[in-house]
């Protein structure tokens, strides 16, 4: 076992593969309703927060949060192995990495459900 089974999310390269594919269908899904409920409805306060205040969508938005913290972890992972040498570099790189991603996903939980 290497590093690398350590630090990425997945057992192996196919699961790195399918977190980035369907976290990328999520984004994709999400950006397309995003656009039409733009496109659709004249956006001002009120409209925004009817929207936020539905369950459904506080879990859509919830979880194109995950979904942009495991397809940035994944491509920051590979990025980093692929171009950081130093095995401490790259340790300290995928640290502030992970913490910079907690930070915002906790940061949006709170953003998301009023915490």
């Known amino acids: 076992m290497g590093m690398n089974s350590v630090t990425n999310i997945g057992r192996n390269g196919i699961q790195d593969w399918i977190i980035q594919r369907v976290s990328a269908y999520v984004l994709a899904l999400y950006?397309?309703?995003?656009?039409?409920?733009?496109?659709?409805?004249?956006?001002?306060?009120?409209?925004?927060?009817?929207?936020?205040?539905?369950?459904?969508?506080?879990?859509?938005?919830?979880?194109?949060?995950?979904?942009?913290?495991?397809?940035?972890?994944?491509?920051?992972?590979?990025v980093s192995t692929d171009y950081i040498k130093s095995a401490g570099q790259r340790m300290l790189f995928q640290a502030v990495v992970v913490l910079a991603i907690f930070v915002y996903v906790v940061w949006g939980i709170q953003i998301i459900w009023g915490l």
């Open 31 to 78: 950006t397309v309703f995003l656009l039409g409920f733009f496109i659709s409805t004249d956006v001002d306060y009120q409209s925004w927060s009817a929207l936020f205040d539905q369950a459904w969508f506080r879990i859509f938005t919830l979880l194109t949060l995950l979904s942009i913290a495991g397809h940035a972890w994944v491509g920051l992972w590979t």
